[in-house]
């Protein structure tokens, strides 16, 4: 049972990325799942989640400029971002939810291992 994020990179301010989560050992949408980020010296922080039903929510400093989606065929979870900032700059993780907080860290049992995000000129 394993998530593995990828896809992040160096981007110039207003750039794109997109990054991708490949779930295995189990089924991505019978959970909420969500992206958090964390920047050097900051607690992880919540981006966005998608629930069972695919309703989803953001942060709204990302509102607008992220998007979050699952495709489940694949059992992947994507999270495309748009009109990037410096201050989106973060190392970047999918998890899996096993409680209703869905905002907090500590609702989520299990993490991938992070991508980073660098945005800057």
């Known amino acids: 049972v394993q998530l593995q994020a990828s896809g992040g990179g160096l981007v110039q301010p207003g750039g794109s990325l997109r990054l991708s989560c490949a779930a295995s050992g189990f089924t991505l949408n019978a959970y909420t799942n969500a992206w958090f980020r964390q920047a050097p010296g900051k607690e992880r922080e919540w981006v966005s989640f998608?629930?069972?039903?695919?309703?989803?929510y953001y942060e709204p400093s990302v509102q607008g400029r992220f998007t979050i989606s699952r495709d489940n065929p694949k059992n992947m979870l994507y999270l495309q971002m748009d009109n990037l900032k410096p201050e989106d700059t973060a190392v970047y993780y999918c998890?899996?939810?096993?409680?209703?907080?869905?905002?907090?860290?500590?609702?989520?049992?299990?993490w991938g291992q992070g991508t980073q995000v660098t945005v800057s000129s």
């Open positions: 998890a899996r939810s096993y409680s209703g907080k869905y905002i907090s860290a500590q609702s989520y049992d299990l």
């Open positions: 998608i629930q069972t039903t695919g309703n989803t």
